[in-house]
């Protein structure tokens, strides 16, 4: 593998661990403009399923996907670099305001930091829930006002995930595996359906 392969995947995901405040979610559109935009290494398809893996595999949702980003890239190779280079500024950033945190945790001025962030974190988030279910739902087309362009079982597993997370509280990793189930069975049910 190229050495100049590792160092974008290196300094790419150096980016994205300096710039995701707020945890794995708050990073995926981070990793989406990286992976994706820019540098074209995965489809807005392998996107999605690289969040939905990461997000069921234990660990850290931006460590696992530079890891398996890195991993289909440049191989474990690959995989070292990605990773090193997503984690090794929160390292640095923690250790350092871990020191400053305690010894000026008193300060207001600390907490309106602290209370600055927490909007933008939320807005992040929240776009990169957006841009996995606008895929979802339309496709790489992007939203479409048409209803004949909605993806009709999607929705429904949608709706029905957010039912068993918001109202029934089930385990989310439960309702990842039970939305494939039911993805399946109804495609192979479709498929059973079209060779009669």
């Not at 593998?1 to 994205?16: K, N």
């Not at 595999?57 to 191989?75: D, E, H, K, L, Y």
Request: proline letters at 3%; hydrophobic letters at 55%; aromatic letters at 8%.
């Amino acid at each position: 593998m190229s050495a100049g392969i590792l160092w974008q995947l290196f300094v790419s995901f150096l980016q994205i661990g300096l710039f995701s405040i707020g945890g794995g979610y708050a990073a995926m559109p981070l990793i989406q403009s990286q992976v994706v935009e820019l540098h074209g290494w995965l489809t807005l398809e392998e996107f999605t399923d690289l969040v939905t893996i990461a997000e069921m595999t234990p660990g850290p949702i931006a460590v696992n996907s530079a890891t398996f980003v890195g991993t289909q890239i440049a191989g474990v190779e690959g995989a070292v670099l990605a990773t090193f280079g997503c984690i090794l500024p929160s390292c640095i950033i923690v250790s350092i305001l871990a020191r400053l945190y305690y010894k000026y945790k008193g300060l207001s001025l600390m907490q309106g930091i602290l209370a600055s962030l927490r909007p933008a974190v939320v807005a992040m988030i929240a776009s990169a829930g957006l841009t996995i279910l606008i895929m979802v739902l339309w496709g790489e087309s992007g939203f479409q006002t048409e209803l004949s362009q909605l993806n009709v079982l999607g929705a429904v597993i949608f709706l029905g995930a957010l039912l068993l997370l918001r109202k029934y509280k089930c385990n989310p990793i439960l309702v990842m595996v039970l939305a494939g189930v039911v993805n399946l069975v109804v495609n192979v049910a479709m498929k059973g359906m079209s060779l009669l």
